[in-house]
């Protein structure tokens, strides 16, 4: 999607655009979230929402924690100027109260929405996910996508699943030698080399991370 569009938009004097995000399937309303320049820019750049949370005032990634992300189909601003309207394919549901839609009440207490999961077994009390993960999970489909010349990643896709595996057994085997060596530092490090080598594993083989966390709550 074309960036140009950001500079005609009018944000308040906060730096920030009301966006109402709909279905693009089933055309329903999902909810009314705020958006500042840098989130809508990774919106863009990412291919999924992200806004900008006045109450914890930080960007965040819907679903980052939840799996339920938002795949942005189209986005649109009003006649105005100072709104955006973003359609969205939507994984499982959209509120945190566990909805499809946030809108799941009529003016007189009905409920018209259905409720898809609990929210006491998706969010965690403690904070969530790092949206690290999503971010980099983007990037490395990204460059199965492209292919960038002179790109590590790109150079792994492009020798096919071997050498990716080999690479996760390599990485494997020095997270245990830096465990016998009791150094915290290398173990992080290793740690790092391990996990981005998996999620190019997980990319090459279309597995989402949604669903691991999703394998990882059934442990609990």
Known sequence: MSRG????????????????????KTQQVLMLAY?????LLKTLESGYTWFYSRSRQCLWMKGETSGNVQRVKNIAYDCDQDSLLITVDQEGAACHTGHYSCFYRDWDGTLVSPRLFDPE???PRRPGTPSILFELYEVIQARQRL????????YLFNEGQDKILKKVGEESAEVVIASKNNSEEQLV??????MYHLLVLMV??????????AELRSRR
Do not use: C, W
Request: net charge negative; no cysteine; aromatic share 14%.
């Open 5 to 24: 569009f950001i500079e005609q938009l009018k944000f308040d004097e906060k730096g920030l655009i009301p966006a109402i995000i709909q279905d693009e």
């Open 35 to 39: 958006m500042n320049r840098e989130s």
């Open 121 to 123: 077994e998706v969010y």
């Open 147 to 154: 292919r960038p010349e002179g790109s590590y990643t790109s």
């Open 189 to 194: 490090y290793e740690l790092a080399d391990l």
């Open 204 to 213: 090459y083989h279309g597995v989402e991370l949604k669903d691991v966390f």
